[in-house]
């Protein structure tokens, strides 16, 4: 439950992110089948989370700087370390290459 708002997903579907708060929660001895988790999180990009464990896709391309900010902020806090690692993969600055043209000929 995230905002009132309820979501489900199947447990096989978390195990994309095996380091996720999802999955650490759901493997724990403290949770029982059918158990509603809160989290008391914005609802805004959750449901590109979501979309996220169930497909193990997300097209991080549609958003701007701004959103993948915010969109990087709630994966790292869910543990979501593959989508993470895309995001910054995508926000990484182009590395620029030092190179010296000669004019000299041997």
């Given at each position: 439950?995230?905002?009132?708002v309820?979501?489900?997903?199947?447990?096989?579907?978390?195990?994309?992110?095996k380091?996720?708060?999802?999955?650490?929660i759901?493997?724990?001895?403290?949770?029982?089948?059918?158990?509603?988790l809160?989290?008391d999180?914005p609802?805004?990009?959750?449901?590109d989370?979501?979309?996220?464990?169930?497909?193990?896709?997300?097209?991080?391309?549609?958003y701007?700087?701004?959103?993948?900010?915010?969109?990087?902020?709630?994966?790292?806090?869910?543990?979501l370390?593959?989508?993470?690692?895309?995001?910054?993969?995508?926000?990484?600055?182009?590395?620029?290459?030092?190179?010296?043209?000669?004019s000299?000929?041997?």
């Amino acid at each position: 439950c995230v905002e009132d708002v309820v979501y489900e997903i199947s447990i096989d579907k978390l195990e994309l992110e095996k380091e996720s708060i999802f999955y650490k929660i759901v493997i724990s001895s403290k949770y029982k089948d059918g158990m509603e988790l809160f989290f008391d999180r914005p609802k805004f990009f959750f449901e590109d989370i979501l979309k996220w464990l169930r497909n193990g896709y997300l097209d991080l391309n549609k958003y701007n700087y701004n959103q993948l900010c915010h969109i990087l902020r709630e994966a790292e806090y869910y543990g979501l370390t593959n989508l993470s690692k895309s995001i910054k993969m995508l926000m990484a600055p182009l590395q620029v290459v030092d190179i010296k043209i000669s004019s000299e000929v041997e």
